[in-house]
């Protein structure tokens, strides 16, 4: 499926290809809060890196986030590459080099009508500030960071994988 999408001064818009268009995942890490500003979560969806088709790369700009775990003594420089409209400051996609074959579009930067997700995956909640309503369902999961199950196995449990 070929999914579409800008940032809000549509200075930037690009198109990919993925197998897995619902948005089911909420991550609650205060990077995702901090970058997406949308309630108290981001969803990002995994789609095909070599479809990516980019239009106002001029306005791009790309920020990798410190980040420290609490049992870290130190921050590292995360390898995510969280790219965004230099503009408006729309967030748009992450790469992240350790997984080359996969862009994962911001479900908030997305143009085209997505499937609603049977289920949520409530993640990083370890992280999740009191002021943010944890508004799970009685099918969906939490938890504290990340879950054993891929974006991919998730749409294939669900049979909701698409060509």
Request: charged residues 25%.
């Amino acid at each position: 499926m070929k999914i579409e999408g800008s940032c809000h001064c549509r200075g930037v818009r690009f198109s990919v290809e993925t197998q897995h268009p619902s948005p089911f995942m909420r991550c609650y890490c205060s990077v995702c809060r901090k970058t997406q500003g949308g309630g108290g979560y981001a969803i990002n969806l995994s789609g095909d890196a070599r479809s990516l088709k980019v239009r106002g790369k001029q306005h791009l700009k790309v920020y990798r986030a410190r980040i420290q775990n609490p049992e870290d003594a130190r921050a590292r420089k995360s390898t995510g590459q969280r790219n965004f409209c230099g503009r408006c400051g729309s967030a748009l996609w992450l790469y992240d080099p350790t997984w080359p074959e996969l862009i994962h579009p911001f479900a908030s930067a997305i143009d085209t009508p997505l499937p609603e997700a049977p289920e949520l995956v409530h993640i990083m909640l370890e992280f999740k500030p009191d002021w943010v309503p944890l508004q799970a369902g009685k099918k969906d999961k939490k938890f504290p960071r990340y879950p054993k199950e891929s974006i991919a196995e998730w749409h294939q449990r669900h049979g909701a994988e698409v060509e």
